[in-house]
């Protein structure tokens, strides 16, 4: 479904990313690992077009998409789940959630039911402001608006960061929920190694913008995964 051939980014004098390759398939969850500051943000801004590449490409259901703007790839399908949320404090969480119709037809612009199934909390806090929710409950919210677009391809960007263990695990079962569907595929950045062992299909491991190490779940072993991430 996704294919990333031999990209790299730079933000003026600086490479951020250098000569990554990557693929993400329907059903399965490829995981991006490794420490601060090594080019995985970078990767998942580079797949939903908010910064241009220096060279490479990105094909997504057989189509290059590489000179897409956001919100045509949004159209195609492509929801980023950010680091730090970025929901709107002000907004109340329906109004957040509503936020994701924009890349819909008028016809599907309604909040689907596996959103609340999934994060029954936000379905007791829909007249409450974002900005009133706990870091955790941002985060439940943050990826039901993404699931608002009915991705195809959703990227998360560090999803546990600053979580508490019970929302930790609500938001893993909701990936593996997701996973189970077969119609989505997910590239999931992570630090959080025993989350990304438990969900992950295959693994990449960056350092310096590039990708240095790969597996998939039938080679997986967590403790080189973790050697090569200190490296």
């Known amino acids: 479904m996704l ?127 974002g900005g009133d929710l706990s870091g955790g409950q941002q985060q439940q919210l943050a990826i039901g608006r993404a699931l608002v677009m009915r991705p195809k391809l959703l990227l998360l960007d560090e999803p546990t960061e600053g979580i508490q263990p019970s929302i930790i695990k609500d938001i893993g079962r909701a990936i593996s929920y997701l996973r189970s569907l077969g119609s989505i595929a997910i590239v999931l950045v992570e630090q959080y190694l025993d989350f990304a062992c438990e969900l992950g299909d295959s693994f990449a491991v960056m350092d310096r913008g590039a990708v240095k190490f790969t597996c998939d779940r039938a080679t997986l072993d967590p403790a080189e995964i973790g050697r090569q991430m200190a490296l």
């Open 3 to 129: 294919n990333v051939d031999n990209i790299t980014l730079s933000y003026g004098a600086a490479q951020a990313l250098r000569g990554v390759s990557l693929t993400a398939e329907a059903g399965k969850v490829t995981c991006v690992l490794g420490r601060n500051g090594v080019g995985k943000t970078s990767l998942l801004r580079a797949l939903a077009g908010q910064h241009p590449l220096r060279s490479g490409a990105i094909a997504f259901e057989g189509a290059d998409i590489s000179g897409l703007k956001p919100h045509q790839r949004a159209r195609r399908g492509i929801a980023l789940v950010p680091q730090g949320r970025e929901i709107f404090p002000l907004l109340t969480v329906e109004e957040n959630l509503r936020t994701g119709f924009a890349p819909l037809k008028r016809n599907d612009r309604s909040i689907p039911d596996e959103v609340f199934a999934l994060f029954p909390v936000l379905g007791t806090m829909l007249g409450r402001r």
